[in-house]
């Protein structure tokens, strides 16, 4: 039973226009939640997190949204750059069990 | 800061001997550590938690004593893959989480492991 979900295992978007990521949860335990960036052969890297008492966070370019009611998170990048191509995973955190659990990832393509 | 690092960073073996991963945070005291290991489908599997100065935690389908996790000190934990196989040639990924960031992991840059 997958816990957290990012049914698009990959997006391609032109440079300059939004990206929009996905993801989808299914325990209600989870209150925080965090996206994060990978490189081939390389760690995760943090990129922006947010607590489930809100419903948005922004950092830049980066924007994440949370609706609780649909369990359902979105990353929206814009605009989108060639660096931003990496895999990207949607985690969620249960802050009592103490650790996250991972989507299976999306991976985007931004083209010059 | 929250820097982790992973060594080696590659690592070739024959299938029957054991390896062993070290995974230290540089610049802060890692309460708690997690090990994943990276399919070639792109996801993270989560292997064991751990915490400093108690035995790891391992999640279900992960063999305890074949990947033996140690972490003995704030900074450095440790992953032996023991009597390696083929099969478990893979990308192993380590986290840390210091009590500063309690929700944020901050994840090492990996080890590629390749049994012969």
């Known amino acids: 039973d997958q816990q957290v979900k990012q049914n698009s295992p990959s997006l391609s978007v032109q440079e300059g226009r939004i990206s929009i990521l996905n993801c989808d949860y299914t325990?209600?335990?989870?209150?925080?939640f965090l996206w994060y960036k990978k490189y081939p052969a390389e760690g995760p890297t943090f990129l922006i997190s947010?607590?489930?008492?809100?419903d948005k966070n922004e950092d830049g370019r980066f924007t994440v949204f949370l609706n609780k009611s649909a369990k359902h998170l979105s990353l929206h990048i814009v605009p989108s750059q060639p660096g931003d191509s990496a895999v990207y995973f949607c985690?969620?955190?249960?802050?009592?069990?103490?650790?996250?659990?991972f989507g299976d990832g999306t991976t985007l393509t931004v083209k010059p | 800061g929250a820097v982790v690092s992973q060594h080696p960073s590659r690592v070739i073996c024959k299938s029957g001997t054991s390896v062993k991963i070290e995974c230290r945070s540089l610049?802060?005291?890692?309460?708690?550590m997690f090990w994943y290991r990276q399919f070639p489908k792109q996801s993270l599997m989560l292997m064991a938690t751990?915490?400093?100065?108690?035995?790891?935690?391992?999640e279900q389908g992960v063999e305890k004593d074949k990947f033996l996790i140690n972490h003995a000190s704030l900074t450095l934990s440790t992953l032996t893959v023991t009597s390696a196989h083929p099969e478990d040639s893979s990308f192993y990924i380590c986290?840390?989480?210091?009590?500063?960031?309690?929700?944020?992991?901050?994840f090492g840059p990996g080890t590629r492991l390749t049994v012969l």
């Open positions: 986290s840390a989480r210091g009590t500063r960031h309690y929700n944020e992991q901050f």
């Open positions: 325990n209600s335990m989870f209150d925080y």
């Open positions: 947010i607590s489930s008492i809100k």
């Open positions: 985690a969620a955190n249960n802050t009592n069990a103490g650790k996250s659990t």
């Open positions: 610049d802060f005291q890692a309460t708690t």
């Open positions: 751990s915490n400093e100065g108690s035995k790891a935690t391992y």
